[in-house]
Protein backbone atom coordinates (compact mmCIF):
# COMPACT_ATOMS: atom_id res chain seq x y z
CA UNK A 1 0.00 0.00 0.00
CA UNK A 2 1.09 3.64 -0.07
CA UNK A 3 2.45 3.93 3.98
CA UNK A 4 4.14 1.07 2.92
CA UNK A 5 5.83 2.28 -0.17
CA UNK A 6 6.69 5.88 1.42
CA UNK A 7 8.08 3.97 4.50
CA UNK A 8 10.51 1.96 2.01
CA UNK A 9 11.23 5.12 0.56
CA UNK A 10 12.42 6.03 3.82
CA UNK A 11 14.45 3.21 4.92
CA UNK A 12 16.03 3.30 1.20
CA UNK A 13 17.38 7.08 1.31
CA UNK A 14 18.24 6.46 5.60
CA UNK A 15 20.67 3.20 4.36
CA UNK A 16 22.00 5.36 1.73
CA UNK A 17 22.78 8.27 3.69
CA UNK A 18 24.22 5.82 6.27
CA UNK A 19 26.66 4.42 3.69
CA UNK A 20 27.72 8.01 2.68
CA UNK A 21 28.62 8.36 6.29
CA UNK A 22 25.82 11.50 6.60
CA UNK A 23 24.67 10.02 10.29
CA UNK A 24 22.28 12.91 10.90
CA UNK A 25 20.17 12.75 7.75
CA UNK A 26 19.96 8.95 8.01
CA UNK A 27 18.50 9.18 11.50
CA UNK A 28 16.22 11.41 10.73
CA UNK A 29 15.19 9.12 7.67
CA UNK A 30 15.07 6.40 9.68
CA UNK A 31 12.85 8.03 12.42
CA UNK A 32 10.33 9.13 9.76
CA UNK A 33 10.36 5.30 8.71
CA UNK A 34 9.86 3.88 12.16
CA UNK A 35 6.87 6.76 12.89
CA UNK A 36 4.54 5.96 10.05
CA UNK A 37 5.28 1.95 10.31
CA UNK A 38 4.93 1.41 14.61
CA UNK A 39 0.99 2.48 14.88
CA UNK A 40 0.14 -0.27 12.09
CA UNK A 41 2.56 -2.81 13.12
CA UNK A 42 1.83 -5.91 15.35
CA UNK A 43 4.51 -5.97 18.84
CA UNK A 44 6.42 -8.56 17.28
CA UNK A 45 6.42 -6.90 14.04
CA UNK A 46 9.86 -8.02 12.45
CA UNK A 47 11.22 -5.53 10.42
CA UNK A 48 10.51 -3.19 12.75
CA UNK A 49 13.29 -4.71 14.82
CA UNK A 50 15.67 -3.83 11.68
CA UNK A 51 14.97 -0.30 11.02
CA UNK A 52 15.88 0.12 15.18
CA UNK A 53 19.45 -1.46 14.62
CA UNK A 54 19.85 0.56 11.25
CA UNK A 55 18.92 3.93 13.41
CA UNK A 56 20.71 2.77 16.50
CA UNK A 57 24.20 2.91 14.46
CA UNK A 58 23.40 6.55 13.50
CA UNK A 59 22.82 7.09 17.20
CA UNK A 60 25.70 5.65 18.52
CA UNK A 61 27.83 7.45 15.46
CA UNK A 62 26.09 10.99 16.61
CA UNK A 63 26.78 9.96 20.28
CA UNK A 64 23.02 9.30 21.47
CA UNK A 65 24.07 5.98 23.16
CA UNK A 66 21.39 6.12 25.66
CA UNK A 67 18.84 6.29 23.11
CA UNK A 68 20.80 3.52 20.91
CA UNK A 69 21.14 0.96 23.58
CA UNK A 70 16.95 1.48 24.25
CA UNK A 71 16.43 0.88 20.56
CA UNK A 72 18.82 -2.03 20.09
CA UNK A 73 17.32 -3.67 23.54
CA UNK A 74 14.13 -3.17 21.91
CA UNK A 75 14.93 -4.93 18.93
CA UNK A 76 16.89 -7.70 20.27
CA UNK A 77 13.74 -8.31 23.04
CA UNK A 78 11.52 -8.67 19.45
CA UNK A 79 13.89 -10.95 17.56
CA UNK A 80 15.21 -13.08 20.30
CA UNK A 81 11.73 -14.44 20.77
CA UNK A 82 10.63 -14.78 17.20
CA UNK A 83 13.84 -15.41 14.93
CA UNK A 84 16.26 -18.57 15.39
CA UNK A 85 20.17 -17.97 17.22
CA UNK A 86 21.61 -17.77 13.34
CA UNK A 87 19.27 -15.05 11.65
CA UNK A 88 21.14 -12.43 9.57
CA UNK A 89 18.94 -9.82 11.38
CA UNK A 90 19.64 -10.72 15.01
CA UNK A 91 23.67 -10.93 13.63
CA UNK A 92 22.30 -7.05 12.95
CA UNK A 93 21.29 -6.39 16.34
CA UNK A 94 24.53 -7.80 17.77
CA UNK A 95 26.70 -5.77 15.66
CA UNK A 96 25.35 -3.04 16.97
CA UNK A 97 25.17 -4.02 20.72
CA UNK A 98 29.17 -4.31 19.59
CA UNK A 99 29.02 -0.91 18.36
CA UNK A 100 27.64 0.65 21.29
CA UNK A 101 29.90 -1.39 23.66
CA UNK A 102 33.01 0.07 21.65
CA UNK A 103 31.78 3.82 21.94
CA UNK A 104 30.78 3.04 26.30
CA UNK A 105 34.77 1.82 26.44
CA UNK A 106 33.33 -2.03 27.24
CA UNK A 107 35.89 -4.17 24.93
CA UNK A 108 35.26 -7.14 26.15
CA UNK A 109 31.35 -7.00 26.04
CA UNK A 110 31.83 -5.21 22.61
CA UNK A 111 34.26 -7.95 21.63
CA UNK A 112 31.74 -10.69 23.01
CA UNK A 113 28.87 -9.36 20.74
CA UNK A 114 30.84 -8.87 17.58
CA UNK A 115 32.53 -12.13 17.21
CA UNK A 116 29.00 -13.75 17.87
CA UNK A 117 27.64 -11.88 14.98
CA UNK A 118 30.45 -12.98 12.86
CA UNK A 119 29.99 -16.07 13.67
CA UNK A 120 26.38 -16.30 12.57
CA UNK A 121 27.52 -14.24 9.61
CA UNK A 122 30.33 -16.38 8.62
CA UNK A 123 27.97 -19.24 8.76
CA UNK A 124 25.06 -17.94 6.47
CA UNK A 125 27.14 -15.36 3.75
CA UNK A 126 29.88 -15.94 0.95
CA UNK A 127 32.76 -14.95 2.30
CA UNK A 128 33.36 -11.54 0.01
CA UNK A 129 29.62 -10.52 1.32
CA UNK A 130 29.53 -6.71 1.97
CA UNK A 131 28.17 -7.53 5.51
CA UNK A 132 31.23 -9.61 6.54
CA UNK A 133 32.99 -6.66 5.90
CA UNK A 134 31.32 -4.48 8.10
CA UNK A 135 31.38 -6.88 10.78
CA UNK A 136 34.99 -7.83 10.23
CA UNK A 137 35.97 -3.88 10.85
CA UNK A 138 33.83 -4.02 14.25
CA UNK A 139 35.56 -6.62 15.74
CA UNK A 140 38.97 -5.12 13.88
CA UNK A 141 38.90 -1.89 15.84
CA UNK A 142 37.86 -3.25 19.40
CA UNK A 143 40.30 -5.33 19.04
CA UNK A 144 42.84 -2.58 17.81
CA UNK A 145 41.71 -0.85 20.66
CA UNK A 146 42.43 -3.96 23.08
CA UNK A 147 45.83 -4.19 21.62
CA UNK A 148 44.96 -7.60 20.07
CA UNK A 149 46.75 -6.18 17.04
CA UNK A 150 47.80 -9.44 14.81
CA UNK A 151 43.95 -10.83 14.64
CA UNK A 152 43.13 -6.98 14.37
CA UNK A 153 45.21 -6.70 11.34
CA UNK A 154 44.12 -10.18 9.64
CA UNK A 155 40.39 -8.95 10.43
CA UNK A 156 40.79 -5.10 9.04
CA UNK A 157 42.75 -6.51 5.44
CA UNK A 158 40.39 -9.22 5.16
CA UNK A 159 37.60 -6.51 5.44
CA UNK A 160 39.54 -3.79 3.46
CA UNK A 161 39.73 -6.39 0.22
CA UNK A 162 36.48 -7.14 0.03
CA UNK A 163 34.80 -3.64 0.40
CA UNK A 164 37.60 -2.77 -2.47
CA UNK A 165 35.99 -5.34 -4.27
CA UNK A 166 32.18 -3.94 -4.07
CA UNK A 167 32.73 0.10 -2.92
CA UNK A 168 33.76 3.02 -5.84
CA UNK A 169 36.90 4.33 -4.71
CA UNK A 170 37.25 6.95 -3.46
CA UNK A 171 35.06 6.05 -0.59
CA UNK A 172 35.13 7.33 3.31
CA UNK A 173 35.04 4.03 4.86
CA UNK A 174 37.46 2.35 2.27
CA UNK A 175 39.89 5.32 3.73
CA UNK A 176 38.93 4.74 7.28
CA UNK A 177 40.06 1.09 7.05
CA UNK A 178 42.94 1.81 5.64
CA UNK A 179 43.84 4.13 8.94
CA UNK A 180 42.90 1.06 10.94
CA UNK A 181 44.73 -1.36 9.32
CA UNK A 182 47.96 0.88 9.30
CA UNK A 183 47.47 1.52 13.22
CA UNK A 184 47.25 -2.54 13.12
CA UNK A 185 50.42 -3.45 11.34
CA UNK A 186 52.29 -0.61 13.32
CA UNK A 187 51.39 -2.26 16.46
CA UNK A 188 53.29 -5.34 15.19
CA UNK A 189 56.43 -3.73 13.77
CA UNK A 190 55.31 -3.05 10.10
CA UNK A 191 55.91 0.39 9.85
CA UNK A 192 56.55 1.09 6.62
CA UNK A 193 53.32 -0.40 5.40
CA UNK A 194 51.50 1.10 8.05
CA UNK A 195 52.42 4.82 6.93
CA UNK A 196 51.63 4.04 3.70
CA UNK A 197 48.34 2.81 4.55
CA UNK A 198 48.29 5.34 7.15
CA UNK A 199 48.94 8.19 5.14
CA UNK A 200 46.40 7.07 2.65
CA UNK A 201 43.48 6.86 4.92
CA UNK A 202 44.05 10.00 6.58
CA UNK A 203 44.33 12.33 2.85
CA UNK A 204 41.00 10.46 1.54
CA UNK A 205 39.25 10.95 4.43
CA UNK A 206 40.43 14.85 4.76
CA UNK A 207 39.24 15.21 0.88
CA UNK A 208 35.88 13.37 1.31
CA UNK A 209 35.07 14.59 5.01
CA UNK A 210 36.68 17.42 5.99
CA UNK A 211 39.45 18.27 8.69
CA UNK A 212 35.95 18.32 11.63
CA UNK A 213 34.88 15.33 10.83
CA UNK A 214 35.65 12.83 13.46
CA UNK A 215 36.87 9.78 11.17
CA UNK A 216 39.31 12.41 9.55
CA UNK A 217 40.27 13.21 13.18
CA UNK A 218 41.07 9.95 14.23
CA UNK A 219 43.00 8.98 11.21
CA UNK A 220 45.08 12.10 12.01
CA UNK A 221 45.56 10.80 15.51
CA UNK A 222 46.89 8.03 13.60
CA UNK A 223 49.31 8.71 11.62
CA UNK A 224 50.22 11.25 14.42
CA UNK A 225 51.14 8.82 16.83
CA UNK A 226 53.01 6.62 13.69
CA UNK A 227 55.70 10.19 13.23
CA UNK A 228 55.72 10.73 16.97
CA UNK A 229 56.87 6.82 17.37
CA UNK A 230 59.45 7.07 14.15
CA UNK A 231 60.40 10.44 16.05
CA UNK A 232 58.94 12.85 13.20
CA UNK A 233 57.77 15.26 16.45
CA UNK A 234 57.60 18.18 14.25
CA UNK A 235 55.43 16.29 11.34
CA UNK A 236 53.14 15.13 14.50
CA UNK A 237 52.53 18.17 15.90
CA UNK A 238 51.94 20.05 12.84
CA UNK A 239 49.30 17.00 12.31
CA UNK A 240 47.77 17.37 15.21
CA UNK A 241 47.30 21.34 14.64
CA UNK A 242 49.96 22.34 17.30
CA UNK A 243 52.63 25.30 17.09
CA UNK A 244 56.61 24.04 16.92
CA UNK A 245 57.41 26.86 18.66
CA UNK A 246 58.26 26.36 22.33
Keep these: DRDSLIGA ?3 GLALLYSDQGRWHEAAEQFDLALDLAQPRAKPDDLRLPVT ?14 TQAEALLQEAFDVQSRKL ?17 RHAQGNLAEAERFARAALGIQTKLLPADHIDLADTQLVL ?3 LL ?3 ACSEAAQLLETSLNIRSRHVVNPHWIIAHTQSLLGASLMCVGQVEEAETLLYQGHMLLEQLRGDDDATTQGAAERLAKLYEDTGRLEQ ?6 LSSQP
Aim: proline share 4%; hydrophobic share 40%; net charge positive.
Design 9 to 11: SYN
Design 52 to 65: KAHLAECLIQTGDL
Design 84 to 100: PGDHPSLALTLKQFARL
Design 140 to 142: GSI
Design 145 to 147: DAA
Design 236 to 241: AKSLRG
